[in-house]
């Protein structure tokens, strides 16, 4: 595990992409360090101390799922968000909730190889133009420049490298092609249907059938320069990298340190009154039935090898409009002993997010704006006015929360958009008048159907 903040850093960090939502924020801050403790634990007792898990309880649109993901990548662990109405018993046709396991050690995998390419990343780097200045004097340019002892030796001098590097950057020889080999692999149907007909299987048929004749080979491919140096890079970093140690830690951070999201559960809750009875309430309860060994924690065989989810963090969300967390089977209950209620929006909320976080939607829209070199600049009072017409929308339709805010925004901004890369104004200041003529559409519209989305 990377992070090794306090609970208050932790909260800090949130608060700085995530308004409000102060306990949920403390809930998890205190998950993450607990999971800090009990690496520093020794002795027998560090595998007896398991993971709390979180039930987060609120609206749509109020920061359920950006607050685990947030966490996930502060605490530099691996992360997936699973709907948990996708989920169905054994027997019934559609996913197995073990799959949310071997999602878990997919992105576990690619996290700890992401981390190994940068490590190697420069040594990929050298060995790529090394391999590169060898094909152009290949094609014919005899050194381009460099000193003559390159010319003999694979590895090029610290001062070749330089004057090589130097005229790639100035793009001279952009307008070459060269030939590089790279792997064919043409294995589009077999990887299609192993992701989900045959995932219980635990079988990489993918490795299964790359030794058969045929299935494995190069061939050769023209590319120019950048596009070659790229290619070359990448099979580079592929020798330098050890994927069967990259296997092993990866499903170490997965049992160690994954974080499984569960959205949607209370679509998988059996609605008060129809306990007992037949319909789709059988198969939500046996869902939760199938989710309960697993989050109480076993072992779920993959094509990397056994995962034991004893100590992986499961936090789950939910609305409950419909039903309430009583409704969930009492042992899937026991299993996440802290429960957080997220308040919803209110106006002032809506103008913080508009303008406190570090991604917020504006700061997002004045960036792609900009690209087309258009200024755009909104009045503290403009943003006041979106916030409480969008807060005006939520509360005459249905309430999405925060997410109102990308509609309004894209009706407010759409001939803006539209227009911008005509070259047009240079500089537009968005105030109350502008608002409130864009979107006076949207208020008055009694029906408002056609822009909800």
Same mark, same amino acid.
């Given at each position: ?37 009990? $690496? ?10 398991? #993971? ?60 700890? +190889? ?27 340019? +005899? ?7 390159? &010319?003999?030796? #694979?590895?090029?001098?610290? *001062? ?26 043409? /294995? ?19 490795? %299964? ?6 299935? &494995?080979?190069?061939?050769? +491919? ?9 290619? %070359? ?17 990866? %499903? ?24 007992? *009875? ?14 309960? #060994? ?29 039903? !309430? ?8 209950? *026991? ?6 209620? %997220? ?13 406190? #976080? ?29 916030? !409480?017409?969008? $807060? ?12 109102? @805010?990308? =509609? ?7 001939? /803006?958009?539209? =227009? ?27 029906? @408002? ?5």
């Amino acid at each position: 595990m990377r992070s090794s903040l306090t609970p208050r850093e932790i909260v800090a960090e949130l608060d700085r992409y995530i308004v409000g939502q102060t306990n949920a924020k403390r809930a998890v801050a205190i998950a993450l360090r607990n999971r800090w403790r009990r $690496q520093q634990v020794t002795g027998e007792l560090k595998d007896d101390i398991t #993971p709390k898990n979180i039930i987060l309880i609120g609206p749509t649109g109020v920061g359920k799922t950006e607050i685990a993901r947030r966490l996930a990548k502060l605490a530099g662990s691996p992360f997936v968000k699973v709907e948990a109405s996708k989920f169905t018993e054994v027997g019934y046709v559609g996913r197995d909730v073990e799959s949310m396991v071997r999602d878990l050690v997919e992105a576990s995998i690619a996290l700890v +190889r992401d981390e190994e390419l940068a490590r190697v990343k420069q040594r990929a780097a050298e060995a790529a133009e090394d391999r590169l200045h060898e094909l152009l004097k290949g094609a014919g340019g +005899r050194g381009f420049g460099l000193s003559s002892s390159s &010319s003999a030796a #694979p590895r090029l001098t610290d *001062g070749d490298r330089e004057k090589f590097r130097a005229q790639l950057d100035a793009g001279t020889f952009d307008d070459q092609s060269v030939e590089v080999e790279v792997q064919d692999s043409n /294995l589009m149907f077999v990887r299609n249907f192993s992701g989900q007909g045959l995932e219980e299987l635990g079988v990489n048929l993918q490795d %299964l059938f790359k030794g058969f004749p045929g299935q &494995s080979r190069t061939r050769k +491919r023209k590319a120019n320069v950048p596009e070659a140096l790229k290619l %070359l890079e990448a099979e580079e970093s592929a020798k330098l990298i050890d994927q069967d140690r990259v296997n092993r830690d990866a %499903l170490k951070r997965a049992e160690s340190d994954g974080i499984i999201f569960l959205d949607e559960i209370d679509k998988i809750a059996s609605r008060e009154g129809t306990k007992g *009875g037949g319909g789709p309430d059988v198969s939500r309860e046996g869902v939760q039935r199938d989710l309960l #060994p697993i989050v109480e924690g076993s072992t779920v065989t993959t094509k990397y090898g056994p995962v034991k989810t004893d100590h992986v963090l499961f936090i789950a969300a939910g609305a409950f409009h419909v039903s !309430r967390p009583s409704d969930l089977i009492p042992e899937l209950q *026991g299993r996440f002993p802290i429960r957080v209620e %997220l308040e919803a929006l209110s106006g002032d909320d809506l103008v913080r997010i508009l303008k406190e #976080p570090k991604n917020s939607l504006l700061k997002q829209y004045t960036a792609l704006l900009a690209v087309e070199g258009v200024a755009l600049t909104v009045t503290d009072e403009a943003i006041a006015e979106l916030a !409480r017409l969008a $807060q005006q929308v939520n509360e005459r339709a249905q309430n999405i929360g925060a997410r109102r @805010l990308h =509609t309004v925004l894209e009706r407010l901004l759409d001939d /803006l958009s539209f =227009t911008a890369g005509d070259g047009g104004r240079a500089a537009v200041t968005i105030d109350v008048p502008f608002v409130r003529e864009k979107l006076a559409d949207l208020v008055k519209d009694e029906d @408002l159907s056609r822009y909800i989305l």
